[in-house]
Each structure stands twice: as structure tokens, then as C-alpha cells.
């Protein structure tokens, strides 16, 4: 009922901690002679932002990060989600996989990167492996769970109606997992975009990720933390996203 | 004796009693029929099937014309594997790895276990951190790693720092919701018998958002295991992240696959630990 003061109050209040926890020290540091290079200015900041913006060099390093991250995501999505429906279904095959997933699991994504380099270079396919890789896994098991918590009676009680195996897995199973599987594709996409960041930073020549570690060693400070900016600005968009289309789906 | 006790209630419950035999042969072939496998012993031929396939198409593939620099066989890397440790190379990398990332873990829990109890304690401490909280949590713990190079240089603290940025708000915000949820008839039963709200605090909120807390540790731990061997790829001298990629700038591909072969089981080993680890204190 009174959710509106609340927000306003919650909004102000939020404002008033950035200020007072991150612009107010920030502009006392800047004041008391802290080097650009550990700490630009504002004003620095917004003309390395006009400079990226002129040469273009911003929006194609996001357009090179966006296009990988995508791709990899959708090879993960379409690999990961039939296998896990057909494991989830499958007793006898979850057994058998179920080592060599768990096994593959703790071998983290960022462990790949040098072998990538060592079997494709820098070419975009050692990126292409290594966000399917991250994706992969954090898609694959709640897409299983998700299989064996479907409610039997259910498929029992449409089978009784006569539905066919494809109606069942259309109307029935599909729809029952979906939920799980958005909730799953959310993480994934974070998990994702983190990886192809990582891989960036260590081979390549394009991409937001190579963008900041090239600032680093340019001494380019106010460019690392446009560089950071803009990553969590496209993390969010994209958190924000997926939590759109589970609200959606809920209803 | 008191620790004999303690084990006892430590214990998980038993399981109910066995089902009686019709009911077993009921169940056994209502698996069956799921297509189960029957006994133990084809349970672990089925579960070792598929790792030994993929051991040996490995194998075949390093061994086939052509492949064999960037693909060293399983036996190589095995003999890597063997050769490091005993010269003691290894435990150099995986302990300087461990330190940082216990050590980074370690200011990330204390920051975010402190800072959520506080923010859900208090309206007005939740609504002004909650901008700044919301502001840096989207900015993925990769691209704090050129910064800390520029503020701490390369080594130890860099790691640490990159390490706490990746972790630091999974602990908060699992903090965070575990306390804000905390049971309110226990916390209304404790006002009635006339507690105060340190004790509230102490006695009921915390202890009920123990498993909550333990959770997000548990979570952020795995991102401080991730963290530490990417900023030890950029950032350091020494540790698995170093070693591996300092093998492939030499060629080294069966030192590559060796590191990584050692951090999944690492990995392992600390998810196990913590799990045990959370057992033990959620239960108590």
C-alpha cells in the first residue's frame, strides 16, 4: 500500500550511499593529488570517454565481446539442454555420465584457456570452446534435475488421455522444465560473460577484455574503468533480461 | 567421552528399517523395468564405461600422425604429473595458490558476513549500502584484475584483491537474505520471554541464518578458487594459474593438462571439505 514513500525513501537513500561511499571519496582522493594513473578525475574520464567513443574503439571491442559471448552461449544452450533431457530421462545413462561430469566439473573454465591457445591460437575458436565449456555444466545439471523432478502423475495422467509421446514431451514434460531451465540459462549467461572477459584478458587481440588489459599496460587507467563499466552495464542489461523472461513464464 | 557423544548427534538419522521382502522384489523390478541398473557390481562397470572410453581415445588420438606435440598422451602427462611432484614443484604452485585464495576468502567472508548482518539489522544501513552494494556487483571480478594491477602491482596483494572482488557479494547478499529470513515466530517467542535484541541477535538470528550463511560461503569459494588462478595467469610469479600458463608460452602441453588435472582435484577437495565443514556447524 504505501510502496511508493518506500521506494522513493529506498531510491533516495541508495543515491545518498553512492555519494557518500563512492563519488565522495573518489573526489577527495582526486583532490589530494592521487596520480591519474591509480585514480583519473572525473573530467579525465569523460575525455578518454569521447576519445573511445570518436575512434570507435569502444563500440567495436563490446560489438567483438557481445558477438563470442552469444555464440558460445547458444552452443552451450543447444548442446547442454538435449543431453540433460535425455540423461534426466534416462537412469541407466545418467549412471554412466554421471563420473565423467562430475570429473569434468571442477576442471574450471579459466583452466582451459592455456590449452586453447596451445590447439587454436588466438583464432576465435579457442574462444568459441572456452564460454560453451563455462556454459556447458552450469546448463547441463539443473537441466537433468529439472527432468527427474517432473511430477510422474502428470505424464501418467496425460498418457491416460491418450496423448502421444511427442504431445507428452511438447505439452507436458517441456513446459514443466521450462522455469528451471530459464533459471539455469541466467547463471549461465553471468558465467558466461565472465569466461569470455577472462579469455580476452589473456589471448586475444579484440574484445572488452583485451581492451582493459591493453589500458593496463598503456597506464590507461580512465580506459580500464570505462572498460569495467561498460561490462557490468551489459551484465546487468542481460540479468535483467533473463529475469523478465522467467516473470513471464511464471504467469 | 564427550567427543564420542558429540559424534553420535553429529550422525545423520538412520534410515527406516528395510522393506520387507515382497516389497523389495516389488521395487527391484520397478527399476528394472525403468531400465536400472541391478546390482553393484553393473553399477560400477556402468559408471567406469565411459571414463575409460574417453582415457582411451585420448590416448588414441595423442598417439595417432600429426597430433602429437599439442597432445601428449595420458601416460605422458601421468609421468609430468609424477616427475612434479617429486621434485616439489607442484606443492610450490598449489600452496602458493591456496594461501591466496584462503587468504582473500578469509577478508571476503569477514567483509560480507559483517556487512549483511549489519544491512539486515538495520533499514537505514540496508537502504544506503544497498545503492553502492547494487552499483559494483555487476562488474564481473575479471575486470577488476587491470585495475588491481594498477593500484597494487603484480603479486600477492593484486590476487587478494581481484579474489575478494569476486567473492565478497555472493557472501553479502546469501548473508544478507539468510538473516533478513531468519524464523520470525522464533524471533517473536524470544521477544515474548522477554529477550533483548543483542540476544535475539546472538541467540536466534544468527544461529537460523547459519545454513544460509554457509551456503553463500560455500558458493564463494568456488569463486575464490577461480579467481586466484585467473589473476595468477596475469597477475603473479608463482601458483597453478602462473604454472599453466607459463607451460604454454614454453610449449609445455603436458604440463598444461597435469595443472589442470591438480586444480579439479583441488577443487574437489575443497568442495568436500566445506562440505563436511558445513554439515558440522549447521547441525550443532
Known sequence: MSDRPNLARALALGALGVLLLIVLPWTLAVLSGVRPIILPSGWQLLDAAGFLMRTDTLLHATWVSLVRVNLGFLLAVVTAVPLGIVLGRSPLLFAAFEPVVESFRFVIPFAWIPLAILWFGTSEFGKLFIIWYAGFFVLLLPTIEAVQGIDKDLIAAARTLGATRWTIFWRVAFPAIVPDLLLAMRVAFAVCWIAILAAELVASRAGLGYMITDARELLQTEVVIIGMVVIGCIGAIYNAFFIRLQRLVQY | ?284
Open chain 2, 1 to 284: 567421552m564427550m567427543a564420542g557423544s558429540d559424534d553420535i548427534r553429529l550422525r545423520p538419522r538412520r534410515p527406516a528399517a528395510a522393506p520387507p521382502a515382497a516389497r523389495r522384489a516389488e521395487l527391484q523390478r520397478r527399476r528394472r523395468a525403468a531400465g536400472e541398473p541391478r546390482t553393484r557390481m553393473q553399477v560400477l562397470a556402468l559408471r567406469l564405461a565411459l571414463p575409460l572410453v574417453l582415457v582411451a581415445l585420448w590416448a588414441m588420438a595423442a598417439h595417432s600422425p600429426g597430433v602429437a606435440p599439442v597432445l601428449p598422451g595420458p601416460e605422458a602427462v601421468l609421468a609430468t604429473l609424477w616427475q612434479m611432484t617429486t621434485s616439489g614443484e607442484l606443492f610450490v604452485h598449489v600452496a602458493a595458490s591456496l594461501q591466496r585464495a584462503f587468504a582473500g576468502f578469509v577478508v571476503a567472508g569477514i567483509i560480507g558476513v559483517t556487512i549483511g548482518l549489519a544491512m539486515s539489522q538495520s533499514r537505514l544501513v540496508n537502504d544506503i549500502l544497498a545503492g553502492p552494494v547494487e552499483l559494483l556487483r555487476p562488474i564481473s571480478s575479471i575486470a577488476w584484475i587491470p585495475l588491481a594491477i594498477l593500484w597494487f602491482g603484480i603479486g600477492f596483494n593484486s590476487v587478494v584483491f581481484v579474489i575478494v572482488a569476486s567473492c565478497v557479494f555472493i557472501i553479502l547478499l546469501n548473508t544478507l537474505a539468510a538473516a533478513q529470513n531468519a524464523d520470525r515466530d522464533l524471533v517473536n517467542a524470544a521477544l515474548t520471554l522477554g529477550a533483548t535484541p543483542r540476544q535475539i541477535f546472538t541467540k536466534v538470528t544468527v544461529p537460523s541464518a547459519m545454513p544460509g550463511i554457509m551456503l553463500g560461503l560455500r558458493i564463494a569459494m568456488t569463486g575464490a578458487w577461480g579467481g586466484v588462478l585467473i589473476a595468477e595467469m596475469i597477475a603473479t610469479r608463482e601458483g597453478l594459474g602462473y604454472m599453466i600458463v607459463r607451460a604454454q608460452a614454453s610449449y609445455r602441453p603436458d604440463i598444461v593438462i597435469a595443472g589442470m588435472i591438480v586444480i579439479g582435484m583441488v577443487g574437489y577437495a575443497l568442495n568436500r571439505l566445506f562440505l563436511a565443514l558445513q554439515r558440522r556447524i549447521t547441525h550443532v
